[in-house]
């Protein structure tokens, strides 16, 4: 008699938007029930009735619970306070409906409002959460720090954000230097993100173009991009910027005419719905971010065969680029360093060659069947444990 296929339910708030959260649990939830054959249900609590932005397999069953937790953002804190708890125990009421019924081998969080009560859920399923960003910026309060009420608040959910995380079975970060940040945890595992693709064909470096994709955001650094550009256009002839990517440009599109830089070389676009053709047609890729939970774009930007320079902020480029073998990276925030080193992948052909062949064999460790063979092992090891 052939075993039963491992059951699997994810908890996650939506998979309708272009984040990087859901874009690496569908390519998961994808490539397990595909090629592993596992029983995947999703939870969702946002979103109902909007398409999902990535692809889900047929095979995939979806529940929303339509609780839209979303209306939060815009209330202050003490109203928020009215509207959550309702909607919080009905979740939790729903949730654990749904895990009784289904009975699954793994419950895994995505570290939203169910990590406080899955534990207590009786469906005998091994619960495990995973984390796509680092510690430091999972939840920071640090715009409320003045604030004595949010200061008791945030000291609060921190202990009890901890209590829970020990309770887990398995706790995955993306990083070795995530996991070395919760020394309170004896329960953390590394497993990275997977490359979204792997391409047929990598980039001639042929073209003069520098590309960048990232939300139009503060933790993406646009800003310092842009004055490292500055310097970049002052010191290079040809060469052009374009960068591609959600949110609004308007403050950007100010700092290039404050910085003075020439619009014909330096372009910020939307977001594209074939990003891999735009790699190709680049020959060097930029990351400016300020934090990284782990560097997607890097991934890609690598597998698509160009040559990437990026700030060296905690904690991802780090685990993906070796400086100065299949990448460059330089010191977090240094303007001069970010344009010092585009300038020497622009100036030096072969030495952007060279990072873009290493860059195309050292990616190939984040190619989707080796990250689901760590996947597998996880959870086939802790149903036998």
Excluded at 141 to 165: H, I, P, R, T, Y
Excluded at 181 to 209: H, Y
Excluded at 239 to 263: C, H, M, Q, S, Y
Aim: aromatic share 10%.
């Amino acid at each position: 008699m052939a075993p039963q296929p491992l059951k699997i339910v994810y908890i996650t708030p939506s998979i309708h938007t272009a984040d990087g959260a859901a874009r690496v649990l569908t390519m998961k939830a994808n490539y397990f029930v595909e090629h592993f054959g596992y029983d995947i249900t999703i939870l969702l609590t946002e979103g109902k009735g909007l398409p999902f932005f990535y692809h889900v397999s047929d095979k995939i069953k979806i529940i929303n619970y339509d609780l839209n937790f979303e209306q939060l953002w815009n209330c202050p804190f003490w109203k928020k306070f009215f509207i959550y708890i309702p909607k919080q125990i009905k979740y939790r009421r729903l949730v654990r409906k749904e895990l009784m019924r289904i009975r699954p081998d793994i419950t895994m969080s995505l570290l939203r409002r169910e990590i406080n009560f899955l534990n207590e859920i009786p469906d005998g399923s091994k619960k495990m959460g995973e984390i796509h960003v680092h510690r430091d910026n999972y939840r920071n309060f640090k715009d409320e720090k003045n604030n004595f009420v949010m200061n008791l608040f945030a000291k609060f959910w921190s202990k009890q954000l901890l209590n829970n995380l020990k309770k887990l079975d398995r706790f995955v970060v993306l990083t070795d230097k995530d996991r070395e940040l919760w020394t309170e945890l004896d329960n953390v595992v590394t497993i990275p993100n997977p490359s979204p693709f792997m391409p047929s064909a990598v980039s001639p470096l042929t073209e003069k173009r520098v590309i960048a994709v990232a939300r139009y955001s503060h933790e993406k650094g646009i800003d310092l991009l842009l004055e490292a550009w500055a310097q970049v256009e002052k010191r290079t002839k040809d060469w052009r910027l374009e960068v591609f990517g959600d949110g609004d440009t308007t403050a950007f599109n100010a700092l290039i005419d404050k910085l003075g830089i020439d619009r014909r070389r330096c372009q910020l676009k939307g977001r594209t719905t074939d990003i891999e053709q735009e790699y190709l047609k680049s020959s060097i890729a930029v990351c400016s971010s300020r934090f990284e939970g782990f560097g997607m774009v890097i991934i890609e930007a690598m597998a698509c065969g160009l040559a990437v320079a990026s700030f060296d902020c905690p904690w991802g480029p780090r685990s993906i680029i070796k400086d100065g073998e299949d990448g460059l990276l330089v010191e977090n925030g240094n303007v001069e360093e970010l344009a010092d080193a585009l300038v020497t992948l622009i100036q030096d052909s072969a030495k952007r060659e060279s990072i873009a062949k290493y860059a195309i064999q050292n990616v190939k460790r984040f190619q989707m069947e080796k990250i689901a063979e760590q996947w597998r092992q996880l959870f086939e090891g802790a149903i036998r444990s």
